[in-house]
């Protein structure tokens, strides 16, 4: 049996009904662009994050690029950020004109360290913008005890996070705003692009209305250069059908990070997860460190389970971010993670059988490797 990194087919057989007749409903309106499909979605996700606003926009690049621009950051100023997300986060900073500052992780959690934040911060710093890396909440306390210390606003990326608490709230309600994506991979995900912006803060909710919409409140009146970055009618429409089911399936989800934690605890070099006791993660990926990660992809790969690397290389490092002129040794923490991370099969429709077979395979390939000398884990 194979087991897939994702399986997109069980998803939409669970949900067909409903989500066939989302389509219907959307086709008969005969109306695609900001109606109220998105305004219904946008009233529902804001009470599932327990938020007062939520404004749809096209990905969850333009929800974080967005709420900067929204807070008026851009030319001249700094935007702290993991050394260790997907490039999206440090794309948005860019792309509103402003600089990211990287900031190493715990590499327990994978989240920023907030104690590495005041040596990060000068006069130029606006904003931090914490990832809730692999489903797992950041550690917001403190981080927004230094950014209230220093004036500083936070955006969360909620990319990856959808349905997590922090001390019993939701993440993409810790912050000052936050940007959701609801690509097809992630938690809460579309059947192509989506986004939002989640806030408490009316005056940003408004600003990302009339950004995401040319920049105008009235058709016409073009108050600011805007950009068009709308949440379809289709997308939202399909995206209420599932979020009436993602605290169910990131449940599931809970259920397969419990069999696999239970079933590879000491093995062989493997470091596995770690989760705080302030955090309910959601596991939108389920990622374990090796010494010998590419050894292991590849043994895992034969007996067809499939893994993916997130991610290989650090933003400092790839080619977006050559002019910066980072080098090798810069983030070494970043480093050494994206060197060692591996992640699993996860999802809300992977069977007992199914992971019971990583688990396995897991086993039996860590102890063929074990006769090789183990090279320890230093971060
Ligand atoms: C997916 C992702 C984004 C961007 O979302 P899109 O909808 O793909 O634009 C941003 N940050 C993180 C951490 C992500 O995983």
Redesign the pocket.
């Known amino acids: 049996m194979k087991v897939p990194f994702l399986d997109f087919v069980r998803p939409y057989e669970e949900l067909k009904e409903e989500l066939d007749e989302a389509y219907f409903r959307f086709m008969r309106s005969a109306w695609y662009v900001l109606g109220k499909e998105v305004e219904a979605f946008e009233e529902e996700y804001a009470n599932f994050c327990g938020v007062k606003h939520c404004v749809g926009v ?7 690029h967005l709420a900067l621009r929204a807070y008026g950051i851009g030319q001249g100023d700094e935007v702290i950020v993991p050394s260790n ?2 490039i ?2 440090w794309l ?1 900073v860019s792309y509103a004109g402003a600089q990211p500052v990287p900031v190493e992780p715990d590499p327990r959690t994978f989240n920023l360290d907030p104690h590495r934040l005041e040596a990060a911060i000068t006069p130029r710093t606006k904003a931090i913008m914490p ?1 809730h ?1 692999y489903g797992q909440p950041a550690d917001l306390d403190p981080i927004l005890q230094v950014a209230r210390q220093h004036g500083l606003k936070v955006i969360e ?1 909620n ?2 996070a959808q349905g997590a608490r922090y001390q019993g709230r939701r993440t993409g309600s810790l912050g000052d705003a936050a ?1 959701n ?3 097809p ?2 938690n809460l995900g579309a059947f192509g ?3 939002a912006v989640t806030t408490n803060d009316p005056e940003l909710a408004d600003r990302v209305r009339t950004l995401r919409n040319y920049g105008s409140k009235k058709k016409y009146y073009n108050e600011v250069k805007g950009y068009n970055s709308r949440l379809d009618e289709l997308q939202a429409a399909f995206l209420r059908v599932k979020l009436k089911k993602l605290d169910e399936w990131n449940m599931r989800r809970r259920e397969v990070a419990a069999r696999y934690l239970a079933g590879m605890s000491g093995l062989n070099g493997l470091t596995l997860p770690f989760v705080p006791t302030r955090a309910e993660p959601v596991w ?1 990926l389920f990622v374990i460190r090796h010494s010998q990660r590419d050894a292991l992809q590849q043994r895992l790969a034969a007996t067809g389970i499939g893994t993916l690397i997130h991610y290989p290389v650090p933003p400092h490092l790839s080619g977006a971010y050559a002019d910066a002129g980072w080098k090798r040794g810069a983030f070494p923490v970043a480093e050494e993670l994206a060197d060692r991370v591996l992640s699993l099969p996860m999802g809300p429709h992977l069977s007992r059988e199914q992971t019971g077979q990583v688990v396995d395979g897991m086993r039996h390939i860590l102890e063929s490797l074990a006769g090789k000398p183990p090279v320890p884990l230093e971060v």
Request: charged share 15%.
């Open positions: 096209g990905n969850g690049l333009e929800a974080l997300t997907y999206a986060s948005a990832v890396l990326d990319a990856q940007g994506s609801f690509y991979g992630k692009e989506a986004g939108h």
